[in-house]
Every structure is written in structure tokens, then in C-alpha cells.
């Protein structure tokens, strides 16, 4: 979704390159024209300035171009590449950041002259010219608002290949967090390096950014050992903060191309329809990916974690003011209240909430997400696991020593009862859980359901194997 290091490793690239005394080498950026998308002289402008400074810091003196040459507007990129490569003693590289940052008209000029000056080279013309983003060349922008795309890997016929940036493994993730114990003395406990490699997949800023909260915020005494604890403590707080990474991955959400994937996973439907690029899209930009015994997933569990916590911040911000009557006078968690005050507050607001999601799919379970995590404000957690074609969502919430499975399904028009099937989904969740209590929480949507005076109601049912649940219909 953005942060991996894409930016750091070229810059180390290029500076390698150059050291070698083979190449000129450098990394540029062209985010400084991104304001000018249908204004090519002025995205030009402001490029080549930035480019002027970056250049002056980056490369020796020795290697350092001549001064830009005066061209007219939709050439100055291309004559600028051109001079300098012809200047320069050594074969240039040139790695292009942010290039998706430009979109219409800015985005066409650039690529064209890269395309037109590709067969001048390498004498008159980069040996070589990476683009760096978050897509494709076939995902870029190219009209106004962004609502098109050029459609196509390689529209200018210059491009040899995508690579996308790998994620660590479990044994670099591992030798990361070897160094800081080589640097400091701290030990992070194999226990914990393997719990941190589950929790990321090895997406490097999330592996970077669970080591740095622990080290320099919740365990500053280096003679202290982290240990998986740590590492929970860590993502808990990473999530509820929203870092820059985060906040980015929630803004895809918005998007419609992944809304249509994330919506049906999140209600453990079928994908239905969906076109191969946009399935592409997802997994280019680290959101998803395909699992291993088959089928698209969400790439980490801290993904997973956030993606219905950010899609449940409206509905918490509409919930009504609801007095903590699930807990008792000692401050624990008591389920027969809890069931009560959900009962009470569906009956008033939950129909009228179910506007303030984003995904009108799964809806009732954002609101219901979101009155839990009213629940658990004072000091419980809430996990969630769902995935395509599960047709259901289970949740687990934790609150002290108590622990509630739930499982969360929808009547859909046209569909049967979806009791027996839940009951015995539930009763394989309860059992990874090791309880034997539960709910079950049955939306009617269909399209002549009950009113929700007349349907809301309770039931004790037994799963298959003799669980006690309790089914909620909503």
C-alpha cells in the first residue's frame, strides 16, 4: 500500500552503481510535479529543479551534468536526459520516484519522451531508466480525476519488465533484528521473531515499525529481553495510532477497484466478476495475495486487523452514548449483560446506523464491530478472521479472562436459513478457540424480512458436536 522501502533501496542501488566507477547512478524523484498535471511546462519546471538540487547532493563533482539546456515546453526532460548523458564520462542510469504521483497530460509528456529518446541510447540517452511507484506503467493515471488508465504493461513499447520489491522472509527478519542485538545487546526471544514474522509476512515496514516501538518506547532498558508479549503490545498500538503507512492502506479503501475485491472477502463471498487487472492491482500494491493453497487473501494478519477496523470508524462515530452495563462491580466482563445492552441498542440504532458504512455488504457487521469496540475500549481486544468464500466472519473477543467467539452470518433473499451451516462453522471456531460457549448472529437481509421488532430475538441452541450457543437474529 506505499511504505516498503522501495524509495531507501533504490537510493542505496544507485549510490552502489556509482561507487563501482562503472555508472553514473542516481535517483530522482518527480512528486514535485504532481500539482501540474495538465500543465506540462510547469510540472517540467518544478521537476528539473528538484532534480538540480538532488543531483548536487548525490553525485560526486566529478559526475555532477551541465547546466540545463533552454528547450520549449514537452522536450525539456528528454533534451535535459539527452545533454547529460552525452556529458557524462560513464553510462547513466537514472531511477524515476513517484512516478505515478503525475497523472494527464504531465504523465503522456513524460513517458513519450522517454519513449522517444529510448532509441538513442545508450550514447545520447540513459543506458538505463526505472520507474518506481506503487503500479504498473498499465495503472497509471491518465485523465482527469483519474478515473481511466492506460491499460496496457508496456503502452510505449520501452518497457522490459516489472519487478515488484520482494517481502523479507522469516529468516531476514530474524538477522534484522540480529543487528540491533549485535548493535545494543537487547535479545528479541526466537519466540518473538517468529511472532512478528507471522503477524507481517515480512512487509518491511511493518517489521520495522513493530522493532522500533518496542525498542524505543515500551522497552528502553536494553538489559530486557522482548518477548512475543512485546510484540502484541506493539501492533495493538501501531494499529490504534494509524501511522502514515496505515492511513494510506485505509485510503485504498476508498477506491472502488478494491472495494469490490475487499467487500465480498470481508463477507466471505465470492469474488463474482472481477477483472484479472484489478485482482493484478491489489496484489501489486501488497494488499493481497495469493495463497499457497489457492484463492486471494489479505497479505498479514496486521492488514487484516486494520482493514475492518478502518471501515468501522464512521459507524463508532455515530454509536449513541452506551453506559459500560456489561461490566461488573469488579470490572469484569459479564456475557448475559453484554447480550442484553447489544439486544437494546440493535432494537434502537441499529438499522439507522447501517447508513454510515462504506460497504453496504457487510454493513450490519461494521456496526457490530463497532458497538464491540465500544466494549472493549476500557482494555479488551478484538480479532477477526475472514477470507473468500467462507461465508461467514468470526470474531473473538477478549476481554480479562473472558473469551467470546462469535460468528457472524447473513440470510441473504433466496437463500435458506443459514442456522445448521452456522452452527457448525461455529462449533470448528470454538474449538481452535478451546471454549465452549458462543454466539451466533444471524442478519436477515432479505428483501421481505421481518420488522425488527418482530425478528430480533434470542435462542440456546447446541452445535453438533453438544456447544452451547447462543443465536442472536438481527
Known amino acids: 500500500p506505499r511504505q516498503i522501502g522501495k524509495t531507501t533501496a533504490m537510493l542505496a542501488l544507485a549510490k552502489q552503481l556509482t561507487e563501482s566507477g562503472q555508472y553514473t547512478a542516481v535517483m530522482l524523484s518527480v512528486e514535485v510535479g504532481a500539482p501540474f498535471s495538465q500543465d506540462i511546462a510547469g510540472a517540467e519546471d518544478a521537476i528539473l529543479g528538484a532534480w538540480r538540487r538532488a543531483i548536487s547532493i548525490r553525485l560526486p563533482q566529478d559526475l555532477q551534468p551541465p547546466a540545463w539546456p533552454l528547450s520549449k515546453p514537452r522536450q525539456q526532460i528528454g533534451d535535459v536526459l539527452s545533454l547529460w548523458t552525452q556529458s557524462s564520462p560513464r553510462p547513466l542510469v537514472v531511477f524515476i520516484d513517484e512516478i505515478d504521483a503525475l497523472q494527464d497530460q504531465a504523465l503522456i509528456s513524460i513517458l513519450r519522451q522517454l519513449r522517444d529518446g529510448y532509441p538513442n541510447r545508450p550514447k545520447a540517452f540513459p543506458q538505463s531508466v526505472g520507474l518506481i511507484g506503487l503500479r504498473d506503467v498499465r495503472d497509471y493515471k491518465v485523465v482527469a480525476g483519474g478515473s481511466d488508465r492506460l491499460n496496457t504493461s508496456s503502452p510505449f513499447n520501452i518497457k522490459v519488465r516489472s519487478i515488484t520489491l520482494r517481502d523479507f522472509n522469516a529468516e531476514e527478519v530474524a538477522e534484522l533484528y540480529g543487528q540491533h542485538t549485535q548493535d545494543t545487546g537487547q535479545v528479541f526471544t526466537p519466540e518473538a521473531v517468529a511472532l512478528a514474522f507471522e503477524l507481517t509476512q515480512g512487509q518491511p515496514w511493518l517489521v520495522n515499525a513493530l522493532a522500533k516501538e518496542i525498542v524505543e518506547e515500551l522497552v528502553t532498558d536494553e538489559s530486557i529481553e522482548?518477548?512475543?508479549?512485546?510484540?502484541?503490545?506493539?501492533?495493538?498500538?501501531?494499529?490504534?495510532?494509524?501511522?502514515?503507512?496505515?492511513?494510506?492502506?485505509?485510503?485504498?479503501?476508498?477506491?472502488?477497484?478494491?472495494?469490490?475485491?475487499?467487500?465480498?472477502?470481508?463477507?466471505?463471498?465470492?469474488?463474482?466478476?472481477?477483472?484479472?487487472?484489478?485482482?493484478?492491482?491489489?496484489?501489486?500494491?501488497?494488499?493481497?495475495?495469493?495463497?499457497?493453497?489457492?484463492?486471494?487473501?489479505?497479505?498479514?494478519?496486521?492488514?487484516?486487523?486494520?482493514?475492518?477496523?478502518?471501515?468501522?470508524?464512521?459507524?463508532?462515530?455515530?454509536?449513541?452514548?452506551?453506559?459500560?452495563?456489561?461490566?461488573?462491580?469488579?470490572?469484569?466482563?459479564?456475557?448475559?449483560?453484554?447480550?442484553?445492552?447489544?439486544?437494546?441498542?440493535?432494537?434502537?440504532?441499529?438499522?439507522?446506523?447501517?447508513?454510515?458504512?462504506?460497504?453496504?455488504?457487510?454493513?450490519?457487521?461494521?456496526?457490530?464491530?463497532?458497538?464491540?469496540?465500544?466494549?472493549?475500549?476500557?482494555?479488551?481486544?478484538l480479532e477477526r478472521e475472514y477470507a473468500i468464500g467462507r461465508d461467514r466472519m468470526d470474531l473473538c473477543l477478549r476481554y480479562g479472562e473472558v473469551t467470546l467467539g462469535i460468528e457472524l452470518k447473513v440470510w441473504r433473499t433466496r437463500k435458506v436459513d443459514p442456522l445448521s451451516k452456522g452452527l457448525e462453522q461455529l462449533d470448528g471456531y470454538l474449538a481452535r478457540l478451546g471454549q465452549d460457549q458462543g454466539w451466533l448472529v444471524i442478519f436477515d437481509r432479505r428483501e421481505n424480512a421481518p420488522e425488527i421488532e418482530n425478528r430480533l430475538n434470542t435462542e440456546i441452541h447446541l452445535t453438533p458436536i453438544g456447544r452451547s450457543v447462543t443465536v442472536i437474529r438481527a
Request: proline share 7%; glycine share 6%; aromatic share 6%.
Open 226 to 381: 522482548i518477548t512475543p508479549q512485546h510484540i502484541l503490545e506493539a501492533k495493538e498500538i501501531i494499529i490504534k495510532r494509524q501511522d502514515t503507512h496505515l492511513d494510506s492502506l485505509a485510503e485504498r479503501l476508498r477506491e472502488n477497484r478494491v472495494q469490490a475485491i475487499i467487500e465480498p472477502m470481508l463477507a466471505g463471498l465470492e469474488l463474482g466478476n472481477i477483472p484479472n487487472d484489478d485482482i493484478q492491482f491489489l496484489i501489486d500494491l501488497g494488499l493481497c495475495k495469493m495463497d499457497v493453497q489457492g484463492g486471494l487473501t489479505i497479505a498479514n494478519p496486521i492488514y487484516r486487523e486494520v482493514l475492518p477496523r478502518v471501515l468501522t470508524v464512521t459507524p463508532m462515530a455515530s454509536l449513541p452514548q452506551i453506559a459500560p452495563s456489561w461490566l461488573t462491580n469488579e470490572g469484569k466482563l459479564d456475557t448475559q449483560a453484554l447480550l442484553k445492552t447489544f439486544l437494546d441498542f440493535w432494537l434502537q440504532h441499529g438499522e439507522p446506523l447501517l447508513k454510515s458504512a462504506s460497504y453496504p455488504e457487510i454493513a450490519p457487521h461494521l456496526v457490530l464491530m463497532a458497538f464491540l469496540h465500544r466494549v472493549i475500549n476500557g482494555g479488551g481486544t
